[in-house]
C-alpha cells in the first residue's frame, strides 16, 4: 500500500468551510481514484492547519493518480483561498487500527 500526504495551512477563519469542502468536493473525488483504498483527513483548528492521508493500493495507483490529486486538492484551494500545499508520497509499511495489536 501507498500514501499521498497532503499538508498546508488554512485561512483564518475557514476552518468550517475546509470541513465542508473535504465532505462534499475533496472526498467524493478522491473515492473515484483508481487504486482509492481509503483516506483520513485532519484539521488542527488552533494552529490552522490541515493535513490528508490518502491510501491507495500500490505504487502505481498512487503515481496514476498524481495528475486527478493535483485537480482535485487545486478545486479545494480555489474554494478556500489557501496557500500551496505540500505533498509527499510513500509506502506503508504497516497499519494498526483500534481493534488489532502490534506483536511484541
Known amino acids: 500500500m501507498f500514501a499521498r500526504i497532503t499538508s498546508g495551512a488554512i485561512p483564518p477563519g475557514k476552518t468550517d468551510e475546509y470541513s465542508r469542502t473535504m465532505r462534499e468536493v475533496v472526498i467524493p473525488r478522491a473515492r473515484e481514484l483508481s487504486g ?4 483520513h483527513w485532519l484539521i488542527d483548528r488552533d494552529a490552522g ?4 492521508v490518502v491510501l491507495f493500493e ?3 495507483s498512487v503515481e496514476a ?7 482535485i ?3 479545494a ?7 500551496e500545499l505540500k505533498v ?3 509506502e506503508v509499511i504497516a497499519s494498526v487500527d483500534a481493534e488489532e495489536r502490534l506483536a511484541a
Open 36 to 39: 482509492f483504498r481509503g483516506g
Open 49 to 52: 492547519k490541515a493535513t490528508a
Open 58 to 60: 500500490d505504487r502505481r
Open 65 to 71: 493518480s498524481r495528475e486527478d490529486a493535483t485537480s
Open 73 to 75: 486538492c487545486e478545486a
Open 77 to 83: 484551494r480555489a474554494r478556500l483561498g489557501a496557500p
Open 88 to 90: 509527499e508520497e510513500c
